[in-house]
């Protein structure tokens, strides 16, 4: 099946939700043959180099309207051209987006859930709380860059937030999956998503597969970034690491 071709979107609106993150509101033409239902799957914002090259940069939905989708960007010091164009983004720019893509949703039946990322993301695990059955219990573990860029989530009562501050994600791998470590395991089968930085995604799926045993089947760990790498040797990366550890 061929990929739809890309969508051209308007600048609506920005929002800084917390210091480090930033709402982008897109509307416009795009929206007339953009898919419904589509908050939590991911889309490519895409760009040209200054020599002409077009590239492109993964995020993902977070909310969705009849007339607009949000996008949630982390910006940091060092900010790829994403995090530059959204902070320079001012209403009536446009730019075109590629997508959607699927989702991943964790599975509803599961006996218990458990789900750990960092700032990027805080869009999807954002996603799958609100979809989380009213009698799930469990954990949530999201890093974030500072205690001001804690933001208030939807989620089932029996859902435990854990916040914790990383200042430099991925030159310290370990503070998200040290603090997933430190969780109690619970009872019953449980349903994992996990997606952050490359090297904490590989100590964190370590832990899910070859200690806790986790079913590939109620498993889903992805790195959304490596440090010092773009998006596309990110990606290769990622292959390398797919074919090493089966």
């Known amino acids: 099946m061929s990929r739809p071709a890309p969508r051209r979107f308007t600048v609506l609106d920005k929002t800084l939700i917390t210091p480090h993150m930033l709402r982008v509101t897109l509307g416009g033409e795009g929206m007339a043959t953009f898919p419904d239902d589509q908050a939590g799957t991911y889309i490519k914002l895409m760009f ?5 090259t077009p ?15 949000d996008v949630d960007v982390v910006l940091h010091e060092d900010g ?7 902070e320079r983004a001012a209403p009536g720019d446009i730019i075109e987006i590629g997508g959607p ?61 854990h916040w914790v501050i990383n200042e430099h ?31 904490a995604m590989r100590k964190l799926r370590h832990y899910f597969k070859a200690e806790r045993e986790v079913a590939k089947g109620d498993l889903y760990v992805s790195s959304y970034w490596k440090l010092g790498l773009n998006e596309e040797r ?8 797919a074919e090493q550890s089966g």
């Open 48 to 52: 040209t180099r200054d020599d002409g």
């Open 80 to 86: 790829g051209p994403a995090a530059q164009w959204a």
């Open 55 to 69: 590239f492109m940069r993964t995020y993902t939905v977070r909310a969705q309207r009849i007339d607009a989708i």
């Open 101 to 161: 893509g699927p989702r991943k949703r964790v599975d509803a039946s599961a006996d218990w859930f458990l789900l750990a990322g960092d700032m990027t993301a805080l869009p999807a695990i954002s996603d799958n709380l609100e979809h989380l059955p009213a009698h799930a219990r469990g954990h949530a573990v999201i890093e974030v860059l500072s205690e001001a860029d804690i933001q208030p989530l939807a989620a089932p009562e029996g859902i435990e937030l």
């Open 234 to 241: 990110h990606k290769s990366a990622k292959r390398e690491d």
């Open 169 to 199: 994600p991925g030159d310290d791998s370990d503070v998200l999956p040290d603090t997933v470590r430190a969780i109690d395991w619970e009872d019953g089968r449980p349903a994992v998503w996990a997606a952050c930085e490359f090297s």
